[in-house]
């Protein structure tokens, strides 16, 4: 035999050898075709079966229904300390905006409830609106006729105190007084007092004595009472309003009033208003009636005053007989709040168009160029 037969037979035996396995090799792979020849013939399926009580009974199905998850804003979330938010820049006019809705909103309810208050008051009687055909003037201004009575009833009594307020024209808030002595014409009545036409025909012929004799329209009339005056003033001012009496006070009055710097209540304030037992008789209680009109305007400036106002505003409208209706008084917030920084005032009539005279049916009383009294009013209320 050959080198090259030799190494051909030892080669051919090599690969014989390497395609049988080894014995223990071959005894587990003989063992796993038995093993898995085995579970295929007698391995069965499993079955799971469940412990279950003959006595209970099967549940029933129900209707799931899934309330709709609601987030709950007051919750607090947990931070993450490596989540970082973009700072937000402050706006002050949000802010601001924020602020005007809650001091309205305060204000609406303060109102409200000074009103009800005031409407259920058992103390004072009921009192119903006149008749008062009020118009508009030439400018276009409505000007509001303020009287004051000593009396509740519509049509009782003569006026103690007449006024014309101008809140929407030009500048400052406009305030005209007029003299109850004044011997004027009444339309349908003839030659009086001013403050007899009142008594005779209420609010509105008022208005019609003052156009005939100065030529002044009003729109709209509030006429107070003292029993309103004195709770009004209360209500605004519980400490009292700070007024410089002129004089000492005592005739013909409830209570001495002292001269000098002090604190008047309601009351007090309204008998300093009234007082006209001394040499200047009428001239003298009208110049007090609008310095008391002027002291508590010019202290409404106050934080705490501006708070309580709302609430004793719907307390005095609430006592108050008017036919101003609330669109005009929303309307003209802004003028009324003008008032706080003053008012011009003027009274009728003027220096040089009176004198003194003596009547058969009103006694002593104030002759008037109505002439020049109209000029001068009418020139005070438009510029």
């Known amino acids: 035999m050959s080198r090259m037969d030799k190494y051909k037979d030892i080669h051919k035996e090599s690969q014989k050898e390497e395609k049988q396995p080894f014995g223990f090799r071959r005894e587990i792979k003989k063992n796993t075709q038995k093993n898995q020849s085995s579970s295929e013939r007698y391995e069965e399926p499993e079955e799971k079966f469940y412990y279950q009580e003959y006595d209970q009974k099967p549940e029933k199905k129900r209707f799931n229904f899934k309330f709709p998850s609601v987030k709950n804003p007051f919750k607090r979330r947990a931070k993450n300390p490596y989540e970082q938010k973009p700072r937000r820049k402050r706006s002050w006019r949000r802010i601001l905006l924020m602020i005007l809705v809650v001091l309205l909103g305060f204000s609406v309810i303060s109102f409200g409830v000074g009103n009800f ?6 103390s004072m009687p009921k009192i119903e609106t006149q008749e008062f055909n009020g118009v508009e003037s030439s400018n276009g201004t409505k000007n509001i006729l303020l009287l004051g009575s000593d009396t509740r009833d519509n049509i009782s009594g003569r006026s103690d105190s007449m006024m ?6 030009h500048g400052k808030p406009k305030l005209v007084s007029f003299m109850r002595d004044m011997y004027v014409n009444i339309p349908g009545v003839g030659e009086n007092k001013l403050n007899a036409a009142y008594a005779y025909g209420g609010a509105d012929l008022v208005r019609q004595t003052l156009k005939d004799n100065f030529g002044i329209d009003c729109r709209y009339y509030a006429m107070v009472d003292f029993q309103t005056f004195e709770k009004g003033v209360d209500a605004l001012f519980p400490r009292g309003v700070q007024i410089d009496s002129e004089k000492d006070m005592s005739s013909y009055i409830d209570q001495p009033i002292s001269k000098g710097p002090q604190r008047m209540n309601g009351h007090t304030l309204l008998n300093y208003a009234r007082f006209r037992m001394d040499e200047e008789g009428d001239f003298g209680r009208v110049r007090r009636q609008q310095q008391v009109m002027q002291s508590v305007f010019s202290q409404l ?4 005053v501006l708070l309580r106002g709302p609430y004793a505003a719907g307390k ?6 008017t ?11 802004f ?8 008012i011009e005032r003027l009274t009728l009539p003027v220096d040089g168009s009176w004198s003194y005279i003596d009547t058969a049916n009103a006694g002593s009383a104030l002759a008037v160029d109505t002439n020049q009294n109209t000029q001068a ?6 510029k």
Do not use: C, E, R
């Not at 208050?117 to 058992?122: E, G, L, P, R």
């Not at 400036?301 to 705490?304: C, H």
């Open 117 to 122: 208050a005031a409407k259920h008051d058992s």
């Open 164 to 169: 014309v307020l101008q809140v929407d024209g």
């Open 301 to 304: 400036k106050n934080p705490l």
């Open 316 to 321: 005095i409208w609430g006592y108050l007989s």
């Open 323 to 333: 036919d101003m209706p609330n669109t005009f008084v929303l309307g003209n917030l």
């Open 335 to 342: 003028n009324f709040a003008k008032a706080v920084g003053g």
């Open 377 to 382: 009013v009418q020139a005070f209320l438009d």
